[in-house]
């Protein structure tokens, strides 16, 4: 059974730091693609970034530069740095690989 389960989520002042973690079970981090989604409300979930088996990293144009995506094979985790956050990347995170989804992390920025 895979789960994933997020964290580090919060509230943050605009320029400021979050760091998210998606820790995995039931599937190897480093033999799959996993990825990162948003939903900001009354918007649709929006790829935010992935990172594949061969360490391909993709961030969309919107965090490009602020956001670094990045695994821990050890602890089989996917992390999300973000940095120089704004007010529109508040947004329920969320990690998933193929099928399934985590919870969610609420990150809220203030201005």
């Known amino acids: 059974q895979v789960q994933l389960v997020e964290s580090g989520g919060g509230l943050v002042q605009a320029g400021g730091s979050l760091r998210l973690a998606c820790a995995v079970s039931g599937v190897i981090v480093s033999s799959n693609t996993i990825n990162w989604y948003r939903q900001a409300p009354g918007k649709q979930r929006e790829l935010v970034a992935f990172?594949?088996?061969?360490?391909?990293?993709y961030h969309a144009g919107s965090v490009k530069g602020r956001f670094t995506i990045s695994r821990d094979n050890a602890k089989n985790t996917v992390y999300l740095q973000m940095n120089s956050l704004k007010s529109e990347d508040t947004a329920v995170y969320y990690c998933n690989s193929i099928g399934d989804w985590g919870q969610g992390t609420q990150v809220t920025v203030s201005s």
């Open positions: 990172i594949t088996s061969n360490e391909y990293r």
